[in-house]
């Protein structure tokens, strides 16, 4: 299996604040990368596929970028609901997911 | 508006089974991979198991390999998770959720439903 290790677990943010979320894989994934934000009591929201293409009605201050087995997905200008959870998930091969990343809003 | 809603979660005892099914609606079930997802403190989020567009091809993480069967039935719109012999580590919210195709992201997802197995 692949594995995907997130960083940081958890950490908090301005509103206003540039902030980056990274996502290391334990092989090369190639671009088969996914982000997704989760909200308590919800489900996933799928953010950006093919690590950099960001989903239909997803707002473009949400952006993706890779180097080698190193994926990072970037919120410009945080806001308030930007708050959540946010997990990668590789699917190179039969997908699996980092443990997510925690994002609280100052 | 594309629609996922999950049902058949339940308090089970291990070594039981239980029937998820998953109900679709607003995009054309036929021609999509679909997939089960699952989420626990433990271990986080888990592909489970995903079926073909036309049910021909089916996959599954080893952990539940010979006790867990995903179908479907395009003519209702219905995907299914039959599972036996559960086991604590079975334990989570089962989502149902859209794939483009096989091992790939998934963009739609259902609220999930909640499976326990506990004695």
């Known amino acids: 299996a692949i594995w995907m290790t997130q960083s940081p677990s958890s950490f908090s943010a301005s509103t206003g604040d540039r902030v980056t979320i990274t996502c290391r894989a334990s092989?090369?994934?190639?671009?088969?990368l996914a982000w997704y934000q989760q909200k308590p009591g919800q489900a996933p929201k799928l953010l950006i596929y093919g690590a950099s293409i960001l989903e239909s009605g997803v707002s473009s201050r949400f952006s993706g970028s890779e180097s080698g087995t190193e994926f990072t997905l970037t919120i410009s200008r945080l806001q308030s609901e930007d708050f959540g959870t946010y997990y990668c998930q590789q699917y190179y091969t039969f997908p699996t997911f980092g443990r997510g990343t925690r994002l609280e809003i100052k | 508006e594309v629609q996922l809603v999950e049902s058949g979660g339940a308090l089970v005892q291990p070594g039981e089974s239980l029937t998820l099914s998953c109900a679709a609606s607003?995009?054309?079930?036929?021609?999509?991979?679909m997939a089960w997802v699952r989420q626990s403190p433990g271990e986080g989020l888990v592909w489970v198991a995903d079926i073909k567009e036309d049910g021909s091809e089916k996959h599954y993480v080893d952990s539940v390999k010979g006790r867990f069967t995903i179908s479907r039935d395009n003519a209702k719109n219905s995907l299914v998770l039959q599972m036996s012999s559960l086991r604590g580590e079975d334990t989570g919210v089962y989502y149902c959720?859209?794939?483009?195709?096989?091992?790939?992201?998934?963009?739609?997802w259902g609220r999930g439903s909640l499976v326990t197995v506990s004695s």
């Open positions: 959720a859209r794939a483009g195709s096989r091992a790939t992201y998934f963009n739609a």
């Open positions: 607003g995009f054309t079930f036929s021609s999509y991979w």
């Open positions: 092989q090369l994934i190639d671009s088969y």
